[in-house]
């Protein structure tokens, strides 16, 4: 299933064809990353979390696979930035709790970067454009 969600395109990005040809010490960061990250103000996950759960036991499934709808909080207090869900329009959703900044870079978007702090955010596409803007305040 690798291969067909961008696994094709980050072997081509090495000049390689197969896994087993991937530099070791690559595949030991790959082996060795934790699901998620946690700042004192944020939790960063490649999908969504359970609101409802501390994040020491959100299972795998939902940290790799879960859809950014409309999450709640999370009970940490702490905003939620996270990828998985495409946001279609080139920009980060923004809901003050959540923050989903796929920007559907595998279907000729953009790759967004975060910058926590400000909510200043860089992207860049397969075209060798760049941009830059801030998140919008969250819809009341």
């Known amino acids: 299933d690798w291969l ?3 696994g094709r395109e980050t072997l081509q990005s090495y000049g390689i064809e197969h896994l087993r040809d991937m530099p070791e010490e690559h ?3 790959f082996d060795e990353a934790r699901a998620w990250c946690e700042t004192d103000t944020d939790i960063i996950t ?3 979390i359970d609101p409802s759960t501390p994040l020491e036991e959100q299972s795998d499934y ?8 409309d999450p709640g909080p999370h009970i940490s207090g702490k905003r939620t ?4 869900t495409t946001q279609r329009d080139g920009r980060p ?3 003050g709790h959540a923050v989903c900044i796929d920007t559907w870079v595998y ?4 790759l967004t970067c975060l910058e926590l702090e400000s909510g200043e ?12 803007g801030v998140l919008e305040p969250p819809a009341n």
């Open 4 to 6: 067909g969600y961008g």
């Open 27 to 29: 595949m030991q960061f």
């Open 46 to 48: 490649h999908a969504t």
């Open 62 to 69: 939902c940290l790799f696979w879960n859809v950014f709808t």
């Open 81 to 84: 930035i996270c990828g998985h």
């Open 93 to 95: 959703r923004n809901l």
């Open 107 to 110: 279907g000729n978007g953009w």
């Open 121 to 132: 955010y860089f992207q860049a596409n397969e075209k060798g454009e760049f941009r830059k």
